[in-house]
């Protein structure tokens, strides 16, 4: 059973800075991709960034410069550092991994999600 929990979110202001975190737990033979996604309030979800076993980037075209993923294997864990907040960063942040787990089919698993608001 595989299990991704994160943490980090919160209230910020405007310009400010926050750091989340996901950790894969569970009989885990192999992490390969990792990502965050976002969803606000009538909108559907989308990419904000991801990262591979071997540490290549993507990132959505509103979050380039403002924030950076990173990964420590060792510990299954993928962060998401958020600079320069704006309130249009406001939504429900859900960490992504592609698994293979030991006794199942590899797949995508999810995170619960954490609230990021934003405040003007």
């Known amino acids: 059973q595989v299990q991704l929990v994160e943490s980090g979110g919160g209230l910020v202001q405007a310009g400010g800075s926050l750091r989340l975190a996901c950790v894969a737990s569970?009989?885990?033979?192999?992490?390969?991709?990792m990502g965050w996604y976002r969803q606000a309030p009538g909108k559907e979800r989308e990419l904000v960034a991801t990262?591979?076993?071997?540490?290549?980037?993507n990132y959505g075209d509103s979050v380039k410069g403002r924030f950076t993923i990173s990964r420590d294997n060792a510990k299954n864990t993928v962060y998401l550092q958020m600079n320069s907040l704006k309130p249009e960063d406001t939504a429900v942040y859900y960490c992504?991994?592609?698994?293979?787990?030991?006794?199942?089919?590899?797949?995508?698993?999810w995170g619960q999600g954490t609230q990021v608001t934003v405040s003007s």
């Open positions: 992504n991994a592609h698994i293979s787990p030991y006794y199942s089919s590899s797949g995508d698993y």
């Open positions: 990262i591979t076993s071997g540490g290549s980037t």
């Open positions: 569970g009989s885990i033979f192999r992490i390969n991709r």
